[in-house]
């Protein structure tokens, strides 16, 4: 179990995206702050169309690599509303580009 997660990999085997209900994975350290940069740019905002103002201190991506969804307090935040549609290559937040996904290329992209 990483530092600051109550979700281990075998809850990962019975949790999933609420919307899509495909797998999701413990984003990596590259990948977090790869997300904080972007939501210190003010470029995220939830599904529910709140704005994303609080870095990440940790976050499951669903396997497409197109929603996250935040782990506050250890807790895993899995609302629909509360997903956070990630940037894809043409810089749209929709989440609908199924041929984008945060990848390591992705990482340094100055999109937000």
Not at 53 to 70: F, K, M
């Amino acid at each position: 179990m990483k530092p600051g997660l109550r979700i281990n990999e075998e809850m990962l085997e019975w949790i999933c995206c609420p919307a899509s209900r495909q797998r999701l994975r413990i984003v990596a350290p590259a990948e977090l702050a790869q997300l904080n940069r972007w939501i210190a740019s003010g470029g995220l905002a939830t599904v529910g169309g709140e704005a994303v103002q609080e870095p990440l201190e940790q976050a499951l991506i669903r396997e497409d690599g197109q929603i996250a969804y935040a782990v506050v307090d250890g807790i895993a935040r899995l609302i629909v509303d509360d997903g956070i549609p990630l940037p894809t290559a043409t810089g749209s937040t929709n989440g609908e580009d199924q041929s984008s996904q945060i990848t390591p290329d992705s990482i340094d992209s100055e999109t937000p």
